[in-house]
Nanobody, 124 residues
Framework: QLQPVESGGGSVQPGGSLKLSCAAS????????IGWFRQAPGAEREGVAC????????YYSESVLGRFTISRDTAKNTVYLQMSNLAPEDTAAYYC?????????????????WGQGTQVTVSS
């Protein structure tokens, strides 16, 4: 059974960078679309980036385009989210999720299996 596990969250000053990891045992992540989502207190869960299975087509929300990069390491069965030029509004719990159909996108309802999340806090 596929189970993604996030890591790499933490506290950083505005303008700083963090790299989140989404690792999984069992099924290869290549078979699926993997999305990164975030949820701030009192807000809805927001899709920020997605990488589709096999073809490595990527999608980004407008709020992170040019600052965040999603990538895949097949050998490590891990998907990464490199976040740069972080701002306080990026503060949230970040989740990775797998869409078993492989189609992906940025809407949470498209995803089937979710990790437990990792907290990112951006403040001075």
């Amino acid at each position: 059974q596929l189970q993604p596990v996030e890591s790499g969250g933490g506290s950083v000053q505005p303008g700083g960078s963090l790299k989140l990891s989404c690792a999984a045992s069992g099924n290869p992540l290549d078979d699926y679309a993997i999305g990164w989502f975030r949820q701030a207190p009192g807000a809805e869960r927001e899709g920020v980036a997605c990488i589709r299975g096999r073809v490595d087509i990527t999608y980004y929300s407008e709020s992170v385009l040019g600052r965040f990069t999603i990538s895949r390491d097949t050998a490590k069965n891990t998907v990464y989210l490199q976040m740069s030029n972080l701002a306080p509004e990026d503060t949230a719990a970040y989740y990775c999720a797998a869409d078993l159909s492989g189609n992906g996108g940025l809407h949470p309802s498209s995803y089937d299996i979710w990790g437990q999340g990792t907290q990112v806090t951006v403040s001075s």
